[in-house]
Every structure is written in structure tokens, then in C-alpha cells.
């Protein structure tokens, strides 16, 4: 008697996983997603609203007025991927530029100068990073020190501002030239402190995501402890990253200095809690160990188009942007519990 054969099993195929599944995988880039939108949120409200905003020039000034903001970023990112905070970025820029401007006035070698400013910001960050990795000072403490010791220097080196000389080869730094001649005034314009900033970006991702560095600075935000027992240089990754986050300040003095002509002991005034909340706003945990470079990026371009479109309204006041930049930060370290939550989950 012969038996019917059983018809073949359907070949198993994997399950697609749901979108909520799929969500909850890439949990670490939702705050620079959300950014994201709110990005393109404000330009088309601003377009809608008041006009002339998605247009070449706009854009330009955009990047232009926060070429020093996008670097700032930068650095702050790489502090708080660590778990750490640096207060002291803002002060290293005003006595850089300060005593930038004040050499380039007695007479020394721009390019020289440059070197020097950029080196007075690192020489800050080695010493935030000895407090804090060699003598267990908290991160807010030794850099909130620096912080108090920038500024003082600023004050005492000059009370007054400093003018760049009109022949200084410095502020080509800071000259505009077209990419795209444009209707009118709608042309596509950069500086070479734009050019800067990008270079800053794109060294900044290939060191965080393509390197042994960059993963130790990801591994020592998710856990210092275990970052040690997995035997990566903490100590010396710790260091390298505050003396990072120094450098760019000097380069960031570098680029505002050079694209406003002078120079001030005041400069920088409240600069490290706009870079801070930039990087926030762009993903960046609080907490340590989950953040993008180019979600930074995305933070500051999201508080130099929000002062944008309050000067354009005209009816909002300037003070306003402290208070809608806390609202959005709020909004924004809201999300990032929310998240730290749903990782533990």
C-alpha cells in the first residue's frame, strides 16, 4: 500500500520585524533625527512666515555666522561622549583671540599667531584633562576652574578691544568669496573659517567612527570600568579628549577672530552652554556613550537659524533666544530620558 507523500515544508523565511521593533534598534538616533526635523520644521515655517529663507544666501550667512559654533560643538561632543563636560571653551576663546590680537599688533607672523592661539587652547584642555583623569577632580570642577583662569587672563592681558591690523594676512580667514554667482544678491558665498569648520566635521567622524580612539571615547561613556577591564588606553583617551576640546577652541577663536577683526576679554560670554546645547540638541547623551558628530552639526545650524527668524519677525525680543533655547533644550534631554529608559529595557 503506498502512502501519499507529505507536500514539502514552505521554506522558512525570516520575519521582518515590525517598525516598532525596528525603532527600538536605532533608539540612539532618534534626539539627531528629531533635530533633524526640527531643522527643516523651522526653515519652511520660516519661509512660509516671513520669506527669503531657503535661499542661497541665507544659508550662506547661516554657515558663515556659525562656522566658530559648529566647531565648539565638535569639541563639546567629544567631552560628553566620554560623560564628561568642559565649561571652560568659551573663556579659552577670549583669551586666545586676545592674546592673538594683541601679538599680531606688536608685530609677529600671522600664521605664527594662529599656531600660538590654537596651542594656548590645547595647553587649557592638557591641564583640564590632568584635574580630571590624574587627580580625580570632577570634570565640571577642573574645567569650571579653567573657566574662572581663562577669563581672568582675558581680563588681564586687555579690558578693552583689540583691533586685528587691516594689512594682517589673518583675516583672509575671514573673507568671503562667491561658490555660485546667483540672482542678485543670491549667491552661494563661503570663508575660508567655513572651509575650516567642515574639515573639523569630517576629522571629527572619521576619529570618532573609524577609529580605535573614537570607539574607546564610545566604550568610556557606556562604562569607564569596562572599558578598562577590556584593556583600552582609558587614561590617555581621557586626556586626549580634553586637550581635543581645548585645541578647537583655539581653532574656533581662530575663525570668529578672524571673521570679526578684533578681539575682546567679554568674548565667548556663555559660548560653552550654547556648544552644550547644540550637542544636546543634536543627540548627544548626556550621559555618555551615544551621539553624533554631524547631529552637532545639525544643533548648532538648529540656534543660528532660530536667531535668524527672531530678527526677522522683529516683534520677538533678542532676550527671547535664551528662553526658547532652554524650552527646546528641555524638550530635548526630555527625549534622552526617554531613550536611556527604553536601552535599559
Given at each position: ?103 599680531l599688533?606688536?608685530?609677529w ?22 584635574l ?13 576652574a ?48 567655513v ?58 577663536a ?46 548648532a ?21 535664551t ?16 531613550v ?6
Amino acid at each position: 500500500m503506498s502512502s501519499l507523500a507529505a507536500p514539502p515544508a514552505p521554506p522558512e523565511t525570516a520575519e521582518r520585524p515590525s517598525l516598532a521593533k525596528r525603532l527600538s534598534l536605532h533608539l540612539d538616533a532618534l534626539p539627531t533625527v528629531a533635530s533633524i526635523v526640527i531643522f527643516v520644521g523651522m526653515i519652511v515655517f520660516g519661509e512660509l512666515a516671513y520669506g527669503r529663507i531657503l535661499q542661497f544666501n541665507t544659508m550662506s550667512n547661516l554657515f558663515i555666522n556659525n562656522a566658530h559654533l559648529i566647531i565648539l560643538a565638535v569639541a563639546l561632543t567629544f567631552v560628553i561622549l566620554t560623560g564628561g563636560i568642559d565649561l571652560s571653551v568659551g573663556s579659552v576663546i577670549a583669551v586666545s583671540s586676545v592674546a592673538g590680537v594683541m601679538l599680531l599688533n606688536a608685530g609677529w607672523n600671522p600664521w605664527v599667531v594662529v599656531v600660538l592661539m590654537i596651542l594656548i587652547g590645547s595647553a587649557s584642555g592638557a591641564i583640564a584633562g590632568v584635574l580630571v583623569q590624574y587627580f580625580n577632580v570632577q570634570p565640571f570642577i577642573a574645567t569650571l576652574a579653567m573657566m574662572f583662569l581663562g577669563r581672568g587672563l582675558a581680563s588681564m592681558l586687555s579690558t578693552v578691544p583689540e583691533r586685528v591690523p587691516d594689512d594682517s594676512a589673518m583675516l583672509l580667514l575671514g573673507e568671503k568669496f562667491k561658490l555660485y554667482d546667483g540672482p542678485k544678491v543670491n549667491d552661494i558665498v563661503i570663508t575660508p573659517g567655513v572651509i575650516i569648520a567642515a574639515l573639523v566635521v569630517i576629522g571629527a567622524f572619521f576619529v570618532l567612527h573609524r577609529t580605535r580612539m573614537g570607539r574607546t571615547v564610545y566604550a568610556i561613556g557606556g562604562s569607564e570600568q569596562s572599558a578598562a577591564l577590556m584593556g583600552l588606553p582609558v587614561a590617555a583617551t581621557k586626556l586626549w579628549v580634553y586637550i581635543i576640546s581645548g585645541s578647537l577652541s583655539g581653532v574656533a577663536a581662530v575663525v570668529y577672530t578672524s571673521r570679526l577683526g578684533s578681539a575682546q576679554n567679554i568674548t565667548g560670554i556663555g559660548w560653552e552652554l550654547d556648544a552644550i546645547a547644540a550637542a544636546v540638541i543634536g543627540g548627544t547623551l548626556l550621559t555618555g556613550g551615544a551621539g553624533f558628530v554631524l547631529g552637532s552639526v545639525v544643533g548648532a545650524l538648529v540656534l543660528g537659524l532660530m536667531i535668524v527668524l527672531i530678527t526677522r519677525d522683529g516683534s520677538v525680543p533678542p532676550e527671547a533666544t535664551t528662553i526658547i533655547t532652554g524650552g527646546i533644550l528641555l524638550v530635548f534631554v526630555l527625549l534622552q530620558r526617554a531613550v536611556t529608559a527604553r536601552r535599559r529595557e
